[in-house]
């Protein structure tokens, strides 16, 4: 029934039960708190595609979260996340090389992520600090998520301490 409920299928009430909800469009609900169990389950049939693996100089502002001189490379992989065929979102990490250098091909292209990376790190993340704006999407956003330009897209930024 939790389950359900992070879904948005159930609406749990104390003291009174369970009662099912009416799904409101095609779209698909995310969960932050239940993403990486309902990938690996099987029950987000989520598909990511990786379009770039790059390394990129690093700007002041990324440098200055990163702790780093601005400048400094830093491995970017961007990704396409969709489920059913349908795009969802675009994916990117930025990350120092001597952190992403157990990151292969199809670790980069997993849904599960940060939760292989951490395995294969062999350590464990501590805090994560969201950012979230809402941006017109760029030429590039609406070619990725087949959008038109008056459609908003919701940009998260994700700083992870480890």
């Not at 029934?1 to 039960?17: E, N, P, T």
């Not at 969960?31 to 598909?47: C, E, H, K, P, Y």
């Amino acid at each position: 029934m939790h389950d359900l409920a992070l879904d948005g299928l159930v609406d749990s009430r104390q003291g009174i039960g369970n009662f099912i909800r009416e799904r409101s469009g095609d779209g698909v609900t995310i969960g932050l708190s239940n993403f990486t169990s309902s990938v690996a389950s099987g029950r987000l049939r989520l598909v990511r595609t990786l379009l770039a693996d790059e390394l990129i100089p690093a700007s002041a502002l990324l440098a200055e979260k990163l702790s780093v001189q601005a400048g400094s490379k830093l491995r970017h992989l961007v990704r396409l996340d969709s489920e059913g065929g349908a795009p969802l979102s675009v994916d990117e990490v930025l990350m120092l090389p001597a952190r992403a250098r157990v990151i292969d091909e199809a670790m980069a292209a997993s849904p599960l992520f940060m939760y292989l990376w951490q395995q294969k790190n062999r350590t464990n993340l501590v805090r994560t600090y969201y950012e979230i704006t809402v941006n017109m999407p760029t030429m590039e956003e609406q070619e990725q998520l087949q959008i038109n330009s008056e459609v908003p897209v919701l940009a998260t930024s994700e700083s992870i301490m480890h």
